[in-house]
């Protein structure tokens, strides 16, 4: 995984969704046009994720955590490391209960996962 890929999704995970839009905004610039759809979904739930943290706002948050999901739908179930398909199904659930509870889910966003692999001798 590219270090500012892993950055971004390492401020997302601490919750400085800011900075992981910045981060991640940066490496977009410099990606290859092939993953940048799958980065501006990323992007996208960085800026909906602070949105709805910083500024206490629910519909529009919910609403671009959708339309990121659906851009992040063909890298399932995994892409540049990541762990796409628990994305899609956490960050959908999490949407689901903000809508339900008006925001009460503040500080349980989901994390963004990375894959893991394990290399035998």
């Known amino acids: ?3 500012r890929l892993r950055e971004g999704v390492r401020l997302f995970n601490a919750g400085r969704y800011f900075d992981s ?3 991640l905004e940066d490496f977009y610039h410099r990606a290859e046009e092939e ?4 980065l ?8 909906a994720c602070r949105l709805f943290v ?3 706002e629910v519909q529009g948050p919910v609403r671009m955590v ?3 999901m ?4 063909n890298y399932q179930p995994g892409y540049l490391g990541i762990r796409v398909k628990r994305l899609i199904r956490a960050m959908e659930e999490w949407a689901d209960q903000a809508e339900a509870d008006s925001g009460a889910v503040k500080g349980e966003i989901p ?6 692999f394990f290399f035998f001798r």
């Open 1 to 3: 995984m590219d270090a």
């Open 21 to 23: 839009h910045e981060s």
């Open 35 to 38: 993953n940048k759809p799958f």
């Open 40 to 47: 501006e979904g990323l992007i996208q739930l960085a800026a």
């Open 54 to 56: 910083d500024f206490g």
């Open 66 to 68: 959708r339309q990121a």
């Open 70 to 73: 659906i851009r992040l739908e």
């Open 111 to 116: 994390k963004i996962l990375l894959r893991r």
